[in-house]
């Protein structure tokens, strides 16, 4: 393990740490049996945003500094976590094909900005294992959060 993986690895292990933390009710959740050209696109919505301010209370509780909707030449990152190598951090309001091309390409036109980033996904609770190879091979990792 090279030093940059050391502080992300040590930071996923303190986020799974607090899986326990429960998540708001919304009036409207969507069932993940739902069909996924059902779902209406509402863009950076409550679900979404509340998930970026927990990561990001997480975020600040480990003494991490970093930037909320930086605006970058090719788009506004959610979270940009300021490191040897920066993280880029695409949060989405779930883990379904749908949302994780968007996050794919948002993360890879974010990463054109920079020499060297790691890119990250993160949705409230898993993305579904048969879905980690794919991002596995664009060079993307889940960033797991409560």
């Known amino acids: 393990m090279n030093e940059e993986e050391g502080g992300i ?11 326990s933390v429960p998540q708001p009710i919304l009036e409207e959740t969507i069932p993940d049996e739902e069909p996924e050209e059902e779902i209406e696109f509402t863009p950076r919505d409550y679900r979404e945003k509340s998930y970026e301010s927990l990561l990001c209370e997480l975020l600040t509780q480990e003494g991490y500094q ?5 605006k970058t030449a ?3 990152i959610d979270i940009f976590v300021y490191d040897r190598i920066p993280w880029i951090v695409e ?6 094909s749908f949302y994780l091309i968007q ?3 948002q993360l890879k036109f974010y990463a ?3 020499s060297f980033s790691q890119l990250y996904v993160a949705v ?6 048969e879905y980690l190879p794919i991002l596995e091979e664009f060079r993307i990792s889940e960033f797991r959060g409560p």
């Open 9 to 19: 690895l040590s930071f996923l292990d303190k986020v799974v740490e607090i899986e």
């Open 66 to 70: 970093y930037e909320r909707q930086k």
């Open 74 to 76: 090719n788009g506004i």
């Open 91 to 96: 949060v989405k309001r779930s883990g379904t």
């Open 103 to 105: 996050a794919i390409a």
């Open 112 to 114: 054109m900005c920079f």
């Open 124 to 129: 409230p609770g898993r993305i579904k294992e």
